[in-house]
T-cell receptor
């Protein structure tokens, strides 16, 4: 799986958009970008994933550059409950019939602090 | 829909003992993975099971083992515990057969070795 680079920490004012960048310059064509977050001492929580198109769900938006070498996770209106470590993971997606590994390789992530 | 359930939530063991942790995946999920999280090493992959077979294993000593049952529930075992095994152990389940499927994590078992 491709390696990712994320800032160690970021601050965001409550109510403002939080934009978390991730570089994955060695990503290959069949690798997806996944985002997870981990609130202190809880299990990681899936946020969103994408291949090359921008994606949006009820939690966040994922913007992937055209060359796919970087992406940005956007939390549109950050709240104090969004304070967490955010992990950007690049991996080959498991295919049908169970082939492939479901292993996730976590880096250090970005510690996002939402400030009142 | 119930999430991933891990038991127990907290555990204290003595060096040299062994421990068994349990994970019940989300109903219908057949892939179960285990991770170890420590302050120094972060989140590290231990192993993954699918249909009662270990498909992938991380770089951990043989003292760490696991198994999966026919109902997809999984257990991991650590024998001859060392102080360095103190960690949060996380289990994740995935729905096999969907492209881009995500993993859902349990709350973890906090193991303290004294």
């Amino acid at each position: 799986d491709a390696k990712t680079t994320q800032p160690t920490s970021m601050d965001c004012a409550e109510g403002r958009a939080a934009n978390l960048p991730c570089n994955h310059s060695t990503i290959s064509g069949n690798e997806y970008v996944y985002w997870y977050r981990q609130i202190h001492s809880q299990g990681p929580q899936y946020i969103i994933h994408g291949l090359k198109n921008n994606e949006t769900n009820e939690m966040a938006s994922l913007i992937i550059t055209e060359d796919r070498k970087s992406s940005t996770l956007i939390l549109p209106h950050a709240t104090l409950r969004d304070t967490a470590v955010y992990y950007c993971i690049v991996r080959v997606s498991p295919r049908y019939s169970g082939a492939g590994s479901y292993q996730l390789t976590f880096g250090k992530g970005t510690k996002l602090s939402v400030i009142p | 829909k119930a999430g991933v359930t891990q038991t127990p939530r907290y555990l204290i063991k003595t060096r040299g003992q062994q421990v068994t942790l349990s994970c019940s995946p989300i109903s219908g999920h057949r892939s179960v993975s285990w991770y170890q999280q420590t302050p120094g090493q972060g989140l590290q992959f231990l192993f993954e099971y699918f249909s009662e077979t270990q498909r992938n294993k991380g770089n951990f000593p043989g003292r760490f083992s696991g198994r999966q049952f026919s109902n997809s529930r999984s257990e991991m075992n650590v024998s001859t515990l060392e102080l360095g095994d103190s960690a949060l152990y996380l289990c994740a389940s995935s729905l096999v057969g969907r492209v881009g499927t995500e993993a859902f994590f349990g709350q973890g078992t906090r193991l303290t070795v004294v």
